[in-house]
């Protein structure tokens, strides 16, 4: 139903039933977009994501008959950038394949942004940190672009979510909680400061050139 559905909107599509298969095929074909299932024999959806992402940052999206926040915040912690709950609109899928997608060619000709300790490139998609390179996932990478867009001012929950994942997510806080977690790692490193600060209750503030941590 996929394979047809995406075939139909004139996307080149290759599907695979052996997880195995498909970290193969991925490293031959280099697609722009991955889909997987989350329960597999043999591999499961969550490490097929580590896989891949271990090599690039292209949008991976999860499909799963499994709604638990403990099972979402699994596979965003290993790499994917969406979660998508079955049963669903074959038109709501489509939707966030579009989105992630658009994403890419949208940033061609955006002006670097220099601020505080960072520079951030999106026609690149490159990050650095006072000069330390950072690779970010691409919805990591949209959070920091939003940050460094806004940075000193308090962006709210819903603003990030939205902006980031669309308007569908706006109730899905588990999706920044992982992202946001995972950003302040790669931000820090070994550097003793701290970039993104929690407003309780509100949202987040981005501090360009950082406080003690």
């Known amino acids: 139903m996929l394979r047809?559905?995406?075939?139909?909107?004139?996307?080149?599509?290759?599907?695979?039933?052996d997880p195995e298969e498909a970290v193969r095929v991925f490293e031959?074909?280099?697609?722009?977009?991955?889909?997987t299932d989350l329960m597999m024999p043999g591999m499961s959806g969550v490490e097929i994501c580590r896989a891949i992402r271990r090599q690039a940052s292209i949008p991976i999206l999860v499909?799963?008959?499994?709604?638990?926040?403990?099972?979402?915040?699994?596979?965003?912690?290993?790499?994917?950038?969406d979660y998508v709950t079955k049963p669903f609109s074959i038109q709501e899928l489509l939707a966030r394949v579009r989105a992630h997608l658009r994403r890419a060619p949208e940033r061609v000709g955006d002006?670097?942004?220099?601020?505080?300790?960072?520079?951030?490139?999106?026609?690149?998609?490159?990050?650095?940190?006072a000069g330390r390179p950072v690779h970010l996932t691409p919805k990591e990478f949209d959070l920091l672009l939003l940050f460094a867009r806004n940075a000193g001012k308090v962006l709210t929950h819903r603003v990030l979510l939205t902006a980031v994942w669309g308007a569908q997510s706006a109730q899905q806080p588990e999706y920044l909680r992982v992202f946001i977690g995972q950003l302040r790692k790669k931000l820090q490193g070994d550097a003793h400061k701290e970039y993104i600060q929690t407003?309780?209750?509100v949202g987040y503030r981005f501090l360009p050139e950082g406080a003690a941590a």
């Open 111 to 129: 002006s670097a942004i220099q601020v505080g300790d960072f520079l951030v490139d999106p026609a690149a998609h490159s990050v650095a940190v």
């Open 199 to 201: 407003e309780p209750w």
């Open 28 to 35: 031959d074909w280099n697609p722009d977009l991955v889909i």
């Open 4 to 17: 047809a559905s995406l075939s139909a909107q004139r996307y080149d599509v290759r599907t695979v039933n």
């Open 63 to 81: 499909l799963s008959v499994r709604d638990q926040e403990h099972t979402k915040v699994e596979a965003l912690d290993a790499g994917a950038d």
